[in-house]
C-alpha cells in the first residue's frame, strides 16, 4: 500500500484559496487518490477523488501531476466551516481496500 | 441510499468490563466494512475489516475482537477494556466504485 505524506498543519483566512500537496511516491498503478474532511466527533467524509490529471466537482478540485507520486488538493475560497482535518489516501480499485489514514493535515481558517 | 449506523454513541466503561459496539449498513450487499480507532487529536488507526461473513482481519494485535455474523451487520468487541482502549471508534463500509469508503457517526469510548 502508497504511504503519503502531507503536511501537518496549514492556516488560512477566509476567502483565500488553500492547496494542501500530499506526497505518494510509491503509488501503484491502480491506486486511486481519494481526499477526506473530518470535522471533530465525526467519521471522515469524502470530497473527491481522482486518477490522474485534474478532476473538479462542487467542493474542491484535485490535480494530480503526470508520474502521480503526488496530488494537491485545492479548496477555493476557504470559509471558517472549512476549518477540518483534511486526510490523503492512496488505494487500489476494487474489495481488500485497507485505506490506511495517515495524520492528515489540520486546516484552521481565521477571520 | 446506502446508509450506516452504528451504536452507542457514547459509553463510559470501567476498567476490565466488556465491550459492545454495533454496526449496520443499509442499502447494499456484501460490502467491505471496517472499524477504525481515533485517539484524541491523533488520526485513524485501522483495527479490523471484513470482506464477508465471518471473514475478519486484524490490523493490530490488542484485546480487541470483531465479529460479522451477518451480511450487513459488524460487531467490535472486548472481554477486558483497558485504559488505552479510550477513543473514537469508528465502522466505515465501502462504496460502490470500491475506492471510496463512507463511515458511521462513530463512538466515542471512554474507559475510566
Known amino acids: 500500500l502508497a504511504k503519503t505524506t502531507q503536511p501537518i498543519s496549514m492556516d488560512s483566512y477566509e476567502g483565500q484559496e488553500v492547496n494542501i500537496t500530499c506526497s505518494h511516491n510509491n503509488i501503484a498503478t491502480n491506486d486511486y487518490i481519494t481526499w477526506y474532511q473530518q470535522f471533530p466527533s465525526q467519521g471522515p467524509r469524502f470530497i473527491i477523488q481522482g486518477y490522474k490529471t485534474k478532476v473538479t466537482n462542487e467542493v474542491a478540485s484535485l490535480f494530480i501531476p503526470a508520474d502521480r507520486k503526488s496530488s494537491t488538493l485545492s479548496l477555493p475560497r476557504v470559509s471558517l466551516s472549512d476549518t477540518a482535518v483534511y486526510y490523503c489516501l492512496v488505494g487500489e480499485a476494487g474489495g481488500y481496500n485497507k485505506l490506511i489514514f495517515g495524520a492528515g493535515t489540520r486546516l484552521a481558517v481565521h477571520p | 441510499s446506502q446508509t450506516i449506523h452504528q451504536w452507542p454513541a457514547t459509553l463510559v466503561q470501567p476498567v476490565g468490563s466488556p465491550l459492545s459496539l454495533e454496526c449496520t449498513v443499509e442499502?447494499?450487499?456484501?460490502?467491505?466494512l471496517y472499524w477504525y480507532r481515533q485517539a484524541a487529536g491523533r488520526g485513524l488507526q485501522l483495527l479490523f475489516y471484513s470482506v464477508g461473513i465471518g471473514q475478519i482481519s486484524s490490523e493490530v494485535p490488542q484485546n480487541l475482537s470483531a465479529s460479522r455474523p451477518q451480511d450487513r451487520q459488524f460487531i467490535l468487541s472486548s472481554k477486558k477494556l483497558l485504559l488505552s482502549d479510550s477513543g473514537f471508534y469508528l465502522c466505515?463500509?465501502?462504496?460502490?466504485?470500491?475506492?471510496?469508503?463512507?463511515f458511521g457517526e462513530g463512538s466515542w469510548l471512554t474507559v475510566v
Open positions: 466505515a463500509w465501502d462504496g460502490i466504485s470500491g475506492n471510496t469508503i463512507y
Open positions: 442499502g447494499t450487499s456484501n460490502p467491505n
